[in-house]
């Protein structure tokens, strides 16, 4: 069959360009450690204020000197508010919603989770440097959304 020398040479474009897409999603994913969440655990939304976790989430100690962090989000706030680490020990958010998908990012770092209702998401990570730090909702949940704002105050280890 024969096929005519422009049309191969686009052909061949296009596969080059998907070629270059799924290459960046291996390179970054190997290089960039995105790393999709694991972590199956369910709650039942509705009786959220009852929840010996989640009916007054709070900032736990753990014996190896990092924390977990159990938040709430609702419209249009996170329990607890401002939440208070450790610099440079692991931090272990575990979030749930009591009514529709908010976003936690903690802007400026590579903590970022849906809190989605009948389910808790899970991560850990270690924040290097003390500060304040701000957390944004990023899933549309209504018409305060934008004002779904919380804080993280990462303080400095003592000595
Ligand atoms: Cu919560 Cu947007």
Known sequence: MHVELYERIWMWAAAGVIAVFLGTIVL????????PPSHIETI???????????????VTARPDGGVVVSVRAEMFSFTPDPIEVPANRPVTFRLTSADVIHGFEIV????????????????????ANPGEYLIACNEYCGLMHHNMVGKLIVKEEAP
């Open 28 to 35: 970054t994913a190997g290089l960039h450690a995105i790393q």
């Open 108 to 127: 400026g770092t590579n903590a970022n989770a849906m809190a989605i209702p009948g389910y808790v998401s899970q991560f850990t990570v270690s924040f």
């Open 44 to 58: 039942d939304p509705a009786t959220l204020s009852q929840d010996p976790e989640f009916g007054d989430p709070k």
